[in-house]
């Protein structure tokens, strides 16, 4: 396989990583709103859940919507870097 041929096939993975990665991105903003609980595999922050919280500090749970928003979008803004410098 020739230099040229192992350049194009390194940028094609990093490409399809940089996809896959998007989609991660899209599905971290989606599961922000439509989980019960904190985050993927957190229902409760010491016993404490989401609509406890909410009850307690809209503020936070503001907070915490937000930040997930803002991660999502840094995950995407990365992938979409990340297959534009590898193409």
């Known amino acids: 396989m020739s230099r040229e041929q192992s350049l194009r096939n390194g940028a094609g993975l990093m490409v399809f990583g940089a ?3 998007l989609v991660y991105a899209v599905v971290f903003f989606f599961r922000a709103f439509g989980s019960s609980g904190f985050e993927l595999g ?4 010491n016993g404490v859940t989401p609509a406890q919280l909410d009850k307690i500090n809209p503020a936070i749970m503001g907070y915490i919507s937000h930040l997930h928003v803002a991660i999502a979008g840094f995950i995407a ?3 979409i870097a990340a297959a534009g410098f590898a193409w």
């Open 42 to 45: 957190v229902e409760s922050l």
């Open 77 to 79: 803004a990365t992938a």
């Open 19 to 21: 996809l896959i990665f």
